[in-house]
């Protein structure tokens, strides 16, 4: 059973910056995974907020795009969200999510049919 373990949240100012970071208890190949990040707000559903594929190819829902950034570490095996420009609206729990050898569309969709699902780490921005 691979667990994700997710680190980095905590609380901000609006127009501040955090760097999630994701890393995997077994080894697994990032390289040919689907990866992404979601988000739950308090009395909201679970969104998608950025996705990683085995070929690098990125995708943003559009709330954060131009002010968040999905990348790994392929050699740490590390899943990372920096997000800046923050705004109370980002406040919630941010988890990371993983598909491991998967070679179809990288979305939301392909991660919550099977993929291994961190706890969570709390982010919230204060106005």
């Known amino acids: 059973q691979v667990q994700l373990v997710e680190s980095g949240g905590g609380s901000v100012q609006a127009g501040g910056s955090l760097r999630l970071a994701c890393i995997a208890s077994?080894?697994?190949?990032?390289?040919?995974?689907?990866m992404g990040w979601f988000r739950r707000a308090p009395g909201q559903e679970r969104e998608g907020v950025a996705f990683?594929?085995?070929?690098?190819?990125?995708t943003y829902t559009d709330s954060v795009k131009g002010r968040f950034t999905i990348s790994r570490d392929n050699a740490k095996n590390i899943l990372y969200l920096q997000m800046n420009s923050l705004k109370p609206e980002d406040t919630a729990m941010y988890y990371c999510?993983?598909?491991?050898?998967?070679?179809?569309?990288?979305?939301?969709?392909?991660?919550?049919?099977?993929?291994?699902w961190g706890q969570g780490t709390q982010v919230n921005v204060s106005s």
């Open positions: 999510a993983l598909r491991s050898y998967y070679f179809g569309y990288c979305d939301a969709r392909a991660l919550t049919s099977a993929g291994y």
């Open positions: 077994t080894r697994i190949a990032y390289s040919t995974s689907c």
């Open positions: 990683i594929d085995r070929y690098a190819t990125i």
